[in-house]
């Protein structure tokens, strides 16, 4: 059974950094991307960064470019989203999922393409 578990969330300063993973087991393919989203209160979920596992080509969304990097330790079977100058409008529980290797450029308009989800992680930046 596939499974996604994320980690590392937590409270941060604005301008803090934190570094969420991606913990992927269960996986019967070798080509895929791991996409990152996050869903904000009272708001719909969106798409953030990704990365496709055999090429390790990535994708991040404008909202996030220059501030977020997105690698994969293949080795370890987990996926990192690096955080970095966050500000309170990046407040969001945070989720990992699984998809076809050619999604990641699509992470904004074809979330539902994404199969296995993990749990989330909550991030809160804050003074």
């Known amino acids: 059974e596939m499974q996604l578990v994320e980690s590392g969330g937590g409270l941060v300063q604005p301008g803090g950094s934190l570094r969420l993973s991606c913990a992927i087991s269960?996986?019967?393919?070798?080509?895929?991307?791991i996409g990152w989203f996050r869903q904000a209160p009272g708001k719909e979920r969106e798409g953030v960064s990704c990365?496709?596992?055999?090429?390790?080509?990535?994708f991040s969304t404008d909202s996030v470019k220059g501030r977020f990097t997105v690698s994969s330790d293949n080795a370890k079977n987990t996926v990192y989203l690096q955080m970095n100058n966050l500000k309170p409008e990046d407040t969001a529980i945070y989720y990992c999922?699984?998809?076809?290797?050619?999604?990641?450029?699509?992470?904004?308009?074809?979330?539902?393409?994404?199969?296995?989800w993990g749990q989330g992680t909550q991030v809160t930046v804050s003074s």
């Open positions: 999922a699984e998809g076809a290797p050619w999604l990641c450029r699509y992470i904004e308009r074809r979330m539902e393409d994404f199969g296995s």
């Open positions: 269960g996986m019967p393919f070798d080509d895929y991307a």
């Open positions: 990365i496709s596992r055999k090429n390790g080509s990535t």
